[in-house]
């Protein structure tokens, strides 16, 4: 399977723990982005990376938040001290950037007691 | 504000039956509109993409419409399926290719019945 892999698809933490997401995008996409999606909602913009320059944060993004792609292929999205209001699922893309098409992973969903 | 408006929320009908989406927007300067399909639990799968000057795309039983004039697209489903059964989202884009513009819909949820 050559498409966005996420890893893991669940999570289930509790409140004030950490967590990390992976995001492994298509090879040779230059292009990441980290979208959030709760419940009847459609995804909401996190943040973006070309190559491992994290170039737009979304105001959502709060200092909990961090993100790396630290040699522009695979990423990592980490909630420090999670809150309840950080259950929902984090999607990944990826694009060549060549065209405006983004390939979205299955997403990890994360449920925070 | 730029804003994406979907109709209806949820949608049912039989398998077999044709179903037509709305979304209407106000973004601006437009880029490109884009229909997603998105199975529960999953990521979404782009359905079509069209810019400014194309006003209808089909991607097999799935035909969208744009009419940029009055900010307005459908996507219309022929001969339903059981595996259509998933919420699909309008996607529009004001940037043409950064990553803060585009604007989601919050998708329509449609069930198909055997």
């Known amino acids: 399977d050559t498409g966005v892999s996420q890893d893991p698809r669940h999570k289930i933490t509790k409140r004030g723990q950490n967590v990390t997401f992976r995001c492994d995008p298509i090879s040779e996409h230059n292009r990441l982005y980290w979208y959030r999606q709760t419940l009847g909602q459609g995804p909401e913009f996190l943040t973006y990376f070309q190559n491992e320059a994290q170039l737009e944060k979304s105001r959502l993004l709060s200092d909990r938040f961090s993100a790396e792609r630290p040699k522009g292929s695979f990423s990592t999205l980490e909630i420090q001290r999670t809150e309840q209001g950080d259950s929902a699922m984090y999607l990944c893309?990826?694009?060549?950037?060549?065209?405006?098409?983004?390939?979205f992973g299955p997403g990890t969903r994360l449920t925070v007691l | 504000k730029n804003q994406v408006e979907q109709s209806p929320q949820s949608l049912i009908i039989l398998e077999g039956k044709n179903c037509t989406l709305q979304?209407?927007?106000?973004?601006?300067?437009?880029?490109?509109l884009r229909w997603y399909k998105q199975d529960t639990g999953r990521g979404p799968v782009s359905l079509t993409i069209?810019?400014?000057?194309?006003n209808t795309k089909s991607n097999g039983r799935y035909t969208a419409t744009l009419d940029a004039d009055t900010k307005q697209s459908s996507l219309h489903i022929t001969a339903s399926q059981l595996s259509d059964s998933a919420s699909y989202i309008c996607v529009v884009s004001d940037s043409g290719g950064g990553a803060d513009g585009l604007t989601f819909g919050k998708g329509t949820h449609l069930i198909i019945q055997p």
């Open positions: 069209m810019t400014f000057s194309e």
């Open positions: 979304c209407n927007y106000t973004v601006s300067p437009f880029s490109n």
């Open positions: 893309a990826s694009s060549s950037g060549v065209g405006p098409e983004q390939f």
